[in-house]
């Protein structure tokens, strides 16, 4: 049946359309148009056929030929698939190493080597393949990658993540000043390599629906010249493409942003300077934003991928989130890999709510801030977590209207979660008697969801869809 033109799925249905606010509909169905991916309907306890539902929604007959039912287990949810706004594809290539560096000592002991060696594309053909299809395993439907400066090799990896379906942007890293003479290219290789992969990446994909979008990405503002940042802004507006990069991540690299652009008044000003700075842009980190920088990528309506594991790894410090969130800028969870040690954004909704703890603990016993009812001060929730990976990344990435949450008209991008897979970290729950024993099957629901955040990992990752395609199953 999996030829058959819909596919409706019965059993629990959970998003998290609004912040903080978790939607659990334990006996749903859900419709998917597979010729478009897109989802047809949403209902709850209903007693309709899948082709009587099918046909409720389409708004015509509907053979039950054509309808492909897909059962839910009773330890098995139906979710928003996992986006990662933030990581980079050829740093698997030292995963877990390097940690007892601070970042720039890292970035030139590991990264700039490894990142350099593909410039044979050889490499990136042999390796990329095994990066995708292990992001994808870990439930992420789209995800923001960096690649390198080689056009070859990022070409290579756009082309990779379209035959094994994932959505992404790509980004040709750019980097024309204060870069190792063995990783560095010229001003006008830098933006001409640019202009071409974007060619390439819109080219190559000219489908209605394209899976693989090209990203604008000067690393950071140091490796990046006056020169070569003006282009790039100048193409990121010529062609209306998303800009990603980092900013405020370590104090040593924003002293070393500012020696670079001295006239600017702050490390964000200068990508504001060059038209950088919008809200198709996405900063990693921004662990130390000034209260002027703040303001400024809330005006300028850009938005923050917060990568906590990257953060703690690389002693780089906490971000803010809950001032973020309240100064209205989109936030969103990236693994920031290899910074990250690994490329699980559950991982990266528990480290989100450890780093927020641990603010909030900071501020308590440095005589600071002290607890008030204020937001700032609330510990982030399972829900809160889940929000941020999935309709907060849509939102940080400028898709929150087509993908994040499980709603008529949108995307099917989700994953199946089993609760009960094979040597699963998340106990039973005969097991849990909080769980076992709740008052309603919502309370229940909700309790699993939150162990789901805090305990699962990858084994726990059923089926991942795309646009309404399977693309990975257990």
Known sequence: M?????????????????????????????????????????????????????????????????????????????MPGLIDTHTHAPQFAFLGIGHDLPLMDWLNKYTFKHESEFKDADLARRFYKDVIARVVRNGVTFAAYYGTIHLESNRVLAQTIR????????????????????????????????????????????????????????????????????????????????VQSHLCENPSEIEFAKSCFPDSPSYAHIYHKYGLLNSRTIMAHCVHLSDSEVALMRESKASISHCPNSNFSLGSGIADIRRFIDEGIPVGLGTDVGGGYTPSILDAMRMAAAANRALIAFRRDSGGDQPTSSSKEKPLEAAEALFLATQGGARVMGMDDQLGSLDTNKLFDAIVVDMNALNSPVPSVDATPAVRDADSPDEAWRLRLEQFVFLADDRNISRVYVGGKLIHSV
């Open 2 to 78: 999996a030829s058959a033109q819909y596919a409706v799925f019965l059993g629990c249905i959970v998003d998290t359309p609004v912040m903080g606010q978790l939607r659990v509909r334990t006996n749903g169905a859900l419709g998917v148009d597979r010729s478009t991916g897109r989802i047809i309907g949403v209902a709850e306890q209903s007693e309709l056929s899948s082709a009587e539902l099918i046909s409720l929604w389409v708004g015509q007959t509907v053979g039950s030929e054509a309808v492909e039912s897909i059962s839910l287990t009773t330890d098995q949810f139906l």
């Open 163 to 242: 035959q094994i379906g994932q959505r992404a942007y790509v980004g040709k890293v750019c980097m024309d000043a204060n870069s190792p003479a063995y990783y560095s290219e010229s001003t006008e290789d830098s933006l001409r390599d640019t202009e071409e992969f974007i060619r390439q990446v819109i080219g190559d994909d000219e489908t209605q629906q394209r899976l693989v979008t090209p990203i604008i990405t000067p690393r950071f503002v140091p490796t990046c010249s006056h020169e070569c940042l003006e282009g790039l802004g100048a193409l990121a507006e010529k062609y209306q493409l998303p």
